[in-house]
């Protein structure tokens, strides 16, 4: 009995082949498809700016509001 892994995001499951080629539409709506045995892609961490210099911004002023007499 013939075994394929299929893949969805970071998700990997296995079921039969038989079963897979017979709702192939079905996997592929819910979003699995086959998996191709390749390690996934690290996503590249930003880098943080080379500039590190801190501006400090001066608070605005409160509005004042009247209070009724």
């Not at 038989?18 to 045995?37: H, P, Q, T």
Request: proline residues 12%; positive net charge.
């Amino acid at each position: 009995m013939e075994m394929v892994k299929l893949k969805k995001d970071d998700r990997v499951i296995e079921r039969n082949k038989v079963d897979y080629e017979n709702n192939k539409d079905i996997w592929a709506r819910r979003g699995w498809s086959l998996d191709d045995g390749k390690p996934a892609k690290p996503e590249p961490k930003p880098e943080p700016p080379t500039d590190q210099t801190i501006i400090e911004e001066e608070p605005k002023p409160k509005k004042t509001t009247k209070k009724a007499e």
